[in-house]
C-alpha cells in the first residue's frame, strides 16, 4: 500500500466510512490539495453521512482508488464504471468497477457508438477523428462484454473517456484474454473489483489526433476478490504496449508493483491489514 499524507490520504482512503465534513476539514488543511478535490468528493455522490446516494445499496465501493494529487483528475460516475480523466494527457488516470456474475450474463448488443464523454468539456477527450489512420485501435478499459445488462451502461462504455490508443494486437490478444478471464472468475467467485489504465513514463509520449491524445507505454489491471472466509485475493498484471503473445501469468505480479509503477493506491478503503498483506504477493493458482 503506498502511504501518504498523514491524515490528508487516510481520510480520503476510507472515504466510505467517514462524514462527508470530516473529508471537506481533512481536504482544507491540506496544503497539497486545492478545493477541487473536494469537489471531487462531491462528484461521488456522497450525502452527509458518507453514504453513496447513486448506490441503493449503500456499499463502499472497494473498486475506487484514493483520490489523486499528483496530476490532474476529474472523478466522473457511469453506470457501469468510474472514470479518473486526466485533462492534460486525455485518456484516463484509472477506471474502476465491480463485476457481477449478473452482469456477465446480459443480453443487450454491442453499441459501437464511439463518442465524446458529455460530462468532459468537449477538446479535453479523443474524438473518432483522432484514431482514424492513427494505427491504434480504440481500446476499452472497462469492456463492452461488461456491460451487457444495461442499454445506458453499453452506450455509456463507448464514450472516449474510457478509451486508450491501444495497439490491436493488445487490444485483440492478451488484453482480451484477461478481460476473458476476468469474466470468468465474476462467474466463479459472484462478484470481483477491478481496477485497470494507461502506464505512462515517458517524458514526452507519442500523441495521435488533433486533440494530442496521449499514447501509453504500457498498460495495468489489478482484480481483487473477498471469499467467503473474509480473506481479501488481488492480483496485478502488467503489459508494455507492444506486439506480444505470451500466457497471461507471465504478465502477472503484486498489487504492490503495480502502485509503485503508476503511483495509485488501490483497494485503499479494505483495513490495513488486510490491504497490505492482499497487495504485497501474489499466487497465479488462486485465479485459475
Same mark, same amino acid.
Given at each position: 500500500?503506498?502511504?501518504?499524507?498523514?491524515?490528508?490520504?487516510?481520510?480520503?482512503?476510507?472515504?466510505?466510512?467517514?462524514?462527508?465534513?470530516?473529508?471537506?476539514?481533512?481536504?482544507?488543511?491540506?496544503?497539497?490539495?486545492?478545493?477541487?478535490?473536494?469537489?471531487?468528493?462531491?462528484?461521488?455522490?456522497?450525502?452527509?453521512?458518507?453514504?453513496?446516494?447513486?448506490?441503493?445499496?449503500?456499499?463502499?465501493?472497494?473498486?475506487?482508488?484514493?483520490?489523486?494529487?499528483?496530476?490532474?483528475?476529474?472523478?466522473?460516475?457511469?453506470?457501469?464504471?468510474?472514470?479518473?480523466?486526466?485533462?492534460?494527457?486525455?485518456?484516463?488516470?484509472?477506471?474502476?468497477?465491480?463485476?457481477?456474475?449478473?452482469?456477465?450474463?446480459?443480453? @443487450?448488443?454491442?453499441?459501437?457508438?464511439?463518442?465524446?464523454?458529455?460530462?468532459?468539456?468537449?477538446?479535453?477527450?479523443?474524438?473518432?477523428?483522432?484514431?482514424?489512420?492513427?494505427?491504434?485501435?480504440?481500446?476499452?478499459?472497462?469492456?463492452?462484454?461488461?456491460?451487457?445488462?444495461?442499454?445506458?451502461?453499453?452506450?455509456?462504455?463507448?464514450?472516449?473517456?474510457?478509451?486508450?490508443?491501444?495497439?490491436?494486437?493488445?487490444?485483440?490478444?492478451?488484453?482480451?484474454?484477461?478481460?476473458?478471464?476476468?469474466?470468468?472468475?465474476?462467474?466463479?467467485?459472484?462478484?470481483?473489483?477491478?481496477?485497470?489504465?494507461?502506464?505512462?513514463?515517458?517524458?514526452?509520449?507519442?500523441?495521435?489526433?488533433?486533440?494530442?491524445?496521449? @499514447?501509453?507505454?504500457?498498460?495495468?489491471?489489478?482484480?481483487?476478490?473477498?471469499?467467503?472466509?473474509?480473506?481479501?485475493?488481488?492480483?496485478?498484471?502488467?503489459?508494455?504496449?507492444?506486439?506480444?503473445?505470451?500466457?497471461?501469468?507471465?504478465?502477472?505480479?503484486?498489487?504492490?508493483?503495480?502502485?509503485?509503477?503508476?503511483?495509485?493506491?488501490?483497494?485503499?478503503?479494505?483495513?490495513?491489514?488486510?490491504?497490505?498483506?492482499?497487495?504485497?504477493?501474489?499466487?497465479?493458482?488462486?485465479?485459475?
Amino acid at each position: 500500500m503506498i502511504k501518504k499524507a498523514i491524515g490528508l490520504l487516510a481520510g480520503i482512503a476510507i472515504i466510505g466510512g467517514v462524514s462527508f465534513d470530516q473529508i471537506q476539514n481533512i481536504l482544507s488543511r491540506s496544503e497539497q490539495v486545492t478545493s477541487k478535490a473536494i469537489e471531487q468528493a462531491k462528484s461521488l455522490g456522497l450525502d452527509k453521512k458518507g453514504t453513496d446516494k447513486k448506490s441503493s445499496s449503500k456499499k463502499m465501493r472497494l473498486e475506487i482508488p484514493a483520490f489523486l494529487t499528483d496530476r490532474p483528475e476529474e472523478v466522473i460516475w457511469h453506470d457501469g464504471y468510474t472514470v479518473s480523466f486526466n485533462r492534460r494527457t486525455k485518456i484516463p488516470n484509472w477506471v474502476a468497477w465491480e463485476l457481477t456474475k449478473d452482469r456477465t450474463e446480459g443480453t @443487450v448488443g454491442r453499441s459501437d457508438d464511439f463518442q465524446p464523454d458529455p460530462d468532459v468539456k468537449k477538446g479535453s477527450t479523443a474524438e473518432d477523428s483522432d484514431y482514424r489512420g492513427s494505427g491504434y485501435d480504440r481500446g476499452h478499459m472497462c469492456p463492452a462484454a461488461d456491460n451487457k445488462y444495461s442499454e445506458q451502461a453499453m452506450t455509456e462504455c463507448f464514450y472516449f473517456s474510457n478509451m486508450c490508443p491501444q495497439l490491436h494486437s493488445l487490444n485483440g490478444g492478451d488484453w482480451k484474454e484477461l478481460e476473458e478471464k476476468c469474466r470468468k472468475w465474476a462467474r466463479k467467485y459472484e462478484n470481483i473489483y477491478i481496477v485497470c489504465g494507461p502506464i505512462v513514463y515517458s517524458s514526452y509520449p507519442k500523441t495521435i489526433g488533433q486533440n494530442k491524445i496521449t @499514447v501509453p507505454d504500457a498498460f495495468y489491471k489489478v482484480i481483487m476478490r473477498q471469499d467467503n472466509d473474509g480473506k481479501a485475493k488481488g492480483i496485478g498484471y502488467v503489459f508494455k504496449h507492444k506486439k506480444q503473445n505470451k500466457p497471461l501469468k507471465e504478465y502477472a505480479v503484486s498489487i504492490d508493483e503495480v502502485e509503485k509503477l503508476t503511483g495509485i493506491d488501490f483497494f485503499s478503503k479494505l483495513p490495513d491489514d488486510v490491504e497490505d498483506k492482499m497487495e504485497a504477493s501474489f499466487n497465479v493458482y488462486d485465479w485459475q
